[in-house]
Every structure is written in structure tokens, then in C-alpha cells.
């Protein structure tokens, strides 16, 4: 079996047959010509396929060890596909904790079409099987989620799913292929923004989703298709490549992610850390078991426990950019309140323990003392 660098590096690349090019050509085209009316080389329309997006799409598959790859125009268009797949009256159960755009997706734009939605802590499974009934449909869970790095056991959440034959769909964004496939811990679909880890520049905006199942993937192509989120050639060539480093990148994300995460821990001034990484995290055991590594992502709170002290922090990094977003190789600094997760009302923030002071920050490539010392001298 392949090992994970060299899956990641020859993903989805085959050489172009006419010229023996290396790297997939980016085939900027709206249509192609036909033979005779039906019969033509496997490309009739680029909104149904494109030869650029079909080798991201074997590429998506491959390194979350899946059958089928679909890729859409971003994180939350791949979203909307997913709860396309369900009716009215039909019923969800989300994560408690999660990225403030899959919520106002949910609230603001499928509740209008009669889906319900139930937002639950997912690190205790039972919360989960308490709320479900002939309706519930779907599963939909973040982990580590976003942005307070709680664990969801896939596992034992796709147990539950199973015995009562529903979707179990797993948003892995923040951890990425290299440290986690929930396809293998038994998840029905995976997504991703694409548009974070994956492409890994800051360059592109693309969704994805992997499964197994082959009339999942045709209902899934079908509202593709048919509804035309799909992104163009020139954003999958720049995935294409940002998939052949990944597994390096990674390393350095994780490398860094700890050493900041155990730095910001030791400073008086922070009052609280969140990382899966930490031995008394509490979703730390689970971590350990379904992750390689805990990632780039941490978030903390200061000791004055003030949203002005907070902002005074955000605006005073030079190396950490104060910006929506994470996943690149710059490290970014983010105020999820009024940023990443606006769209979620305050008293649901605060009832979730996202408090307005709390700060994210997606840890870069960089040398890590200098990203240490820039959030020293942030801090004061």
C-alpha cells in the first residue's frame, strides 16, 4: 500500500497523453466537439465535466482513501449539496461548535425549506441518540471543530448513524487527509474547504466531498450538475498542486502548532488554551486514536478577559495577519466573534462557551521562534 507522502504527491497526476506534460494541463474551455450528437470522448458540457477538475476530483478521493471525489466552487457550496440530498421535514443533528457559515447555512437558508437542524455537544454520544427520530436523516460534525478544537469520536458517532441507517457527513478541514480520513472510521461523506489545508497558499476558494458509495456519488454528481457550484480549471490545477505538498506542510503546521500551543500555555497573561494536543484535553484520548498529529490550529483567551484587550492583541501582530481564513502557509490571526463566526447569534456563542474575547489563530510555516515572538510582543 502506498505510504502517505508519495499517495499525496502522485494523487489524480498522470501525464498528458498528447504532450507527456507532468502536470495535469488546465483545459480553460466551456464546451467540447462532439463526433456525432451523443457521442463524443467522455466531455460534453465543463459545468458537467472538466478534464483539469476530474483529476482533482480522482486526486480528493485518493488521499481520503475513497472511491469518488466531487469538487465544488467552495467549502459551503459542498455544504449545500449535502443537505440538498434531504426534504422537507426532513432533520439534522450538528455539532454544538462549529464554523460560523455552515450554521447561517443552515439557519438562514435550508430551515426556510422545512429541514430541521439540532445543535448538540457531539463529544458525548449520547447527546447525539437522545434526538433521533423517523426524521433524522444526516449527521453532520466537525472535528476538531471550529473554533474551540473539541474531538468528535467518528467512530462511535458512525455506530450510532449506522444502527439507525443515517448519513453520517464529517467536515475535516481543520485536521486535513494527512491527519485523519474519516471514511476509514466508518463516515458515509467527507468535506472540505479546500480552500484551507488542501490548497494551502491563500490563493484559491473550493469545497470538496469523498465517499464511498456509488449511488451516493451519482446523487451527489447529480446536484453538482444540475445546480452548477463547480469550480473552474485554473482553481483546480492550483489545488492539484497545493495537494503535492501537503504532507510537508503539514509536518511544519503540526511542528509549530505545538510548540506555540505549549508557549501560549506557560504565559501568564493567557488564561486558557484550546488544542487537542494537551494530555488533559478532554477529547485528547480520542484525538490520539483517529488523528496523526493535533494540527495548527489553536485558540486561547487572555487573563483580562476583555474583548478590547483582545482586539488590542489582534491589531498589534506583525507575522500573524489579522484575516478571515486558515489553512495557508502565512500564519493568520482571526477574532471568531466578529469574524468567522458573526453570523451565529451572541447568546448562542456565549451558551457554546465561544466567549467575544476568544482568539484563533492558524499556525503558518514560518520559523516558530519568530511567530513566538511576534505573539509576545502582541501580547505585552
Known amino acids: 500500500m502506498m505510504k502517505i507522502a508519495t499517495k499525496f504527491i502522485h494523487a489524480g497526476a498522470e501525464p498528458d497523453p498528447s504532450t ?7 483545459f480553460q474551455t466551456s464546451t467540447y466537439v462532439q463526433q456525432a450528437p451523443g457521442v463524443n470522448k467522455g466531455y460534453e458540457y465543463a459545468r458537467s465535466q472538466n478534464p483539469t477538475r476530474k483529476a482533482l476530483e480522482d486526486a480528493y478521493a485518493q488521499i481520503e482513501n475513497g472511491k469518488f471525489g466531487l469538487a465544488f466552487s467552495s467549502g459551503v457550496a459542498a455544504t449545500d ?5 434531504l426534504q422537507p421535514g426532513d432533520e439534522v443533528i450538528c455539532g454544538n461548535d462549529m464554523y460560523g457559515g455552515t450554521y447561517r447555512l443552515f439557519t438562514k437558508i435550508f430551515e426556510k425549506f422545512g429541514i430541521r437542524f439540532h445543535y448538540v455537544n457531539m463529544q458525548h454520544v449520547s447527546n ?16 476538531p471543530t471550529n473554533p474551540l478544537m473539541n474531538i468528535v469520536d467518528i467512530a462511535a458517532v458512525a455506530t450510532v448513524a449506522k444502527k439507525h441507517n443515517i448519513l453520517l457527513c464529517v467536515d475535516n478541514t481543520f485536521a486535513s487527509p494527512y491527519l485523519q480520513n474519516p471514511l476509514d472510521l466508518g463516515a458515509d461523506i467527507v468535506m472540505h474547504s479546500a480552500t484551507k489545508y488542501l490548497g494551502g497558499h491563500s490563493d484559491v476558494i473550493q469545497g470538496c466531498l469523498v465517499m464511498n458509495d456509488a449511488a451516493l456519488r451519482e446523487q451527489l454528481y447529480f446536484i453538482q450538475k444540475s445546480c452548477g457550484a463547480v469550480p473552474g480549471p485554473q482553481d483546480c490545477f492550483l489545488v492539484l498542486r497545493g495537494i503535492k505538498t501537503l504532507h510537508v506542510r503539514m509536518q511544519r503546521h503540526c511542528e509549530n502548532g505545538e510548540k506555540i500551543a505549549y508557549w501560549l500555555r506557560n504565559n501568564n497573561k493567557v488564561s486558557k488554551v484550546y488544542w487537542p494536543g494537551f494530555e488533559d484535553a478532554a477529547g485528547y484520548a480520542v484525538a490520539k486514536q483517529q488523528m496523526r498529529g493535533f494540527g495548527g490550529m489553536i485558540s486561547f483567551e487572555l487573563q483580562n478577559d476583555s474583548v478590547e484587550e ?5 491589531s498589534s501582530t506583525h507575522l500573524f495577519s489579522l484575516a478571515e481564513s486558515l489553512g495557508g502557509v502565512e500564519s493568520l ?7 468567522t463566526h458573526a453570523s451565529i447569534p451572541r447568546e448562542e456563542r456565549i451558551k457554546n462557551g465561544l466567549s467575544d474575547s476568544l482568539i484563533r489563530l492558524s499556525v503558518g510555516i514560518e520559523d516558530a521562534d519568530d511567530l513566538i515572538n511576534d505573539l509576545q510582543q502582541a501580547i505585552g
Open 128 to 143: 447525539i441518540e437522545a434526538l433521533i427520530n423517523s426524521h433524522t436523516k444526516l449527521i453532520w460534525a466537525e472535528t
Open 333 to 339: 490571526i482571526n477574532h471568531p466573534a466578529s469574524m
Open 310 to 314: 483582545a482586539k488590542r492583541v489582534l
Open 20 to 26: 507527456g506534460a507532468i502536470m495535469t494541463p488546465i
Open 81 to 85: 449539496a449535502v443537505i440538498k440530498l
